[in-house]
């Protein structure tokens, strides 16, 4: 008996050395791991100080004209911050990109958007250029409000359309029921067709500022080329921040097919 309980307890013991040595790892590693982000967000502070006092001379010349049409997305809960957004599109202007994409899932930012046209000294609703006929390029931006709805209601449209078009061509005898299908092309067909003249282009960048790495619904046909970069809160903007995710964009070779 006295062996047997000996054993259980050197058992015991090494279960418990075990399980703190497991332990001390995990905590080694969790170290290992803060000191590599405080690092790494140390270093993105002090290159974004550095940018944004010209300190970096690469950044100081930008070929903005590559940046066609430029998106940002921001998280529902940041959106509220309207004070950021308007600085955020104050730098934007300031930059020189001329024709902007605003998204939030909630459409927060869609409810503003006329108290933020009338706090930037030269931008203009895309819908009220479209109507007035105005030049996209002219000397003022240009600004686009989307939401999870536009979205959901330009797929509903779409797919209306192709079911009309369909039934239409069943009636009439037109197409066989057997080898008519859909595909990707005539859906995008179908959405060109809905919302050509009421909203912009495809971005070919788009911001993403949120705690997560994705683009938050932001309308999947529209971003097929694009150039997605988070950018992290809204609250940790950052002028450096933006003008090195143009900047990064703007070299970047594109080889375009036909």
């Not at 054993?7 to 790892?25: A, F, P, T």
């Not at 940002?72 to 004070?83: F, G, L, N, P, T």
């Not at 970069?229 to 703007?250: D, E, N, R």
């Amino acid at each position: 008996m006295d062996l047997k309980h000996g054993m259980q307890r050197v058992h015991s013991w090494i279960k418990r050395i075990h399980n703190l040595g497991l332990q001390v790892l995990w905590y080694f590693l969790h170290l290992l791991i803060t000191l590599w982000y405080l690092k790494s967000g140390l270093s993105q502070v002090i290159e974004s100080y550095l940018i944004s006092s010209g300190l970096l001379g690469r950044y100081k010349t930008l070929n903005i004209g590559k940046l066609r049409y430029l998106a940002i997305v921001v998280e529902s809960e940041d959106a509220y911050q309207i004070s950021k957004v308007l600085q955020l599109l104050q730098w934007v202007e300031a930059i020189g990109v001329k024709h902007v994409c605003l998204y939030d899932s909630e459409g927060v930012l869609k409810k503003s958007k006329q108290s933020i046209i009338k706090n930037l000294e030269n931008a203009i609703l895309l819908e009220e250029a479209i109507e007035k006929d105005l030049p996209l390029d002219q000397n003022h931006m240009t600004l686009e409000f989307v939401s999870i709805s536009d979205g959901k209601e330009a797929i509903t449209r779409a797919a209306n359309l192709l079911f009309m078009k369909y039934l239409k061509l069943a009636n009439t005898g037109g197409a066989d029921l057997e080898e008519q299908f859909f595909t990707e092309a005539h859906m995008d067909e179908a959405l060109k067709a809905l919302v050509s003249g009421h909203r912009g282009p495809e971005p070919d960048l788009l911001l993403v500022y949120g705690p997560v790495r994705c683009h938050l619904g932001f309308p999947a046909w529209r971003i097929r080329y694009t150039e997605i970069v988070h950018m992290g809160p809204l609250k940790f903007m950052s002028y450096g921040s933006l003008i090195k995710a143009i900047y990064k964009y703007t070299m970047v070779y594109q080889n375009y097919g036909t």
